[in-house]
């Protein structure tokens, strides 16, 4: 193997995760659609119930709430840590902000077709400012 094609994967995932940043950052539900797996499942228990959504339902909350570029929000993409474990899987912790949070997601990916897509997102958030109302 070449190393052209010993980082083709990698480069691709990296793009992936790019992708899903920016989606995020644009409220881009099509993009998302482009990154994440139809049977996509995302959780968290920052608060109490925990959540668990499906990709129709997250993509009715993207389209429904300003997205932080509409509202000139500076950006807080960050990539944490990657780990390929194999060739069809890996997981990405990242560092991302949808004012006022920000957010930690765990992204699991599976390499499906040809194409890194997630297929969990594990996220827990903190408020950037004391007191500032849940949105």
């Known amino acids: 193997m070449t190393q052209a094609e010993g980082t083709q994967p990698l480069d691709e995932l990296i793009e992936a995760v790019h992708w899903y940043f920016d989606a995020l ?3 881009d539900a099509e993009l998302f659609a482009k990154v994440m797996h139809p049977r996509v ?3 968290s228990a920052t608060d109490e119930p925990m ?3 499906d990709l129709p339902t997250y993509m009715d909350i993207v389209r429904n709430r300003p997205s932080p570029a509409s ?3 500076p950006r807080h993409d960050r990539v944490l840590s990657i780990e390929v474990a194999t060739p ?3 997981h990405v912790r ?3 902000a949808v004012l006022p949070k920000m957010f930690t997601d765990d992204l699991t990916f599976l390499r499906v077709d040809g194409q890194w897509k997630i297929v969990s997102k594990v996220w827990h958030y903190v408020l950037a400012e004391p007191g500032a109302p849940k949105v």
């Open 88 to 90: 069809t899987t890996a």
């Open 71 to 73: 509202r000139n929000d």
């Open 41 to 43: 499942r995302l959780f």
């Open 94 to 96: 990242v560092q991302d």
């Open 25 to 27: 950052y644009e409220g």
């Open 51 to 53: 959540v668990e959504l």
